[in-house]
């Protein structure tokens, strides 16, 4: 699966790396698609070294109102608007200004995502999108990933994670979002009056 591609690729190791004791199994495909929930996503984090970690996995109806192949213009705007949106780490995460924090890499994997915003990027990225065109969809619903990874000046000042992807996509509703850092790891649920996670 392509979520789990990407977790076996930058987080698990990463959690790994920290000593996290990380499942060796696979979640099946029937439990994937069980966590996709209208209104409900899921934010990782890991932070080891100077290197912070994100994944953000969204059902899409949660940011365009929609979980099909986008058959109208304004569908099509809506789509590229909401990963050109996603792709400015830096504004919908706010991190704490003396952990002098900078996004350096984002990739957004989404279905119809290549197809509304054409061939944009390097050949390697547009090959790596169309590999998995249609990789987040499942039975008429389709999720997006983020994957983000910010470089700190200052880790040790990192103590906290506040999200604005509320404002932002206001079908958003719950966000379940789970750490791992260097002081240990654990979950909370974000919500639009609780939006800050402290690491
Ligand atoms: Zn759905």
Request: proline letters at 6%; one cysteine or more.
């Amino acid at each position: 699966m392509l979520v789990h591609s990407w977790l076996s690729r930058n987080v698990l190791p990463a959690l790994a790396g920290l000593g996290v004791i990380v499942a060796a199994t696979p979640l099946p495909a029937s439990a994937q698609h069980a966590a996709h929930e209208h209104g409900v996503a899921r934010l990782s984090a890991a932070l080891e070294g100077g290197e912070l970690l994100l994944e953000f996995l969204t059902p899409l109806d949660n940011l365009v109102g929609f979980e099909h192949a986008p058959t109208t213009a304004a569908q099509r705007q809506a789509l590229a608007d909401a990963a050109a949106r996603l792709r400015e780490g830096g504004r919908l995460f706010v991190l704490p200004e003396a952990a002098a924090c900078v996004q350096r890499t984002v990739e957004i994997e989404a279905p119809w995502l290549s197809e509304v915003e054409g061939a944009r990027g390097h050949d390697h990225d547009h090959e790596h999108e169309h590999e998995h065109e249609h990789a987040g969809e499942v039975r008429g619903h389709a999720d997006l990933v983020a994957s983000y990874q910010f470089v700190c000046g200052q880790p040790a000042a990192l103590d906290a994670l506040d999200t604005r992807l509320f404002e932002f996509f206001p079908r958003l509703h719950e966000i379940r979002a789970e750490r791992a850092t260097p002081h240990g790891q654990g979950a909370t649920v974000l919500r639009p009056g609780a939006t800050t996670m402290a690491f």
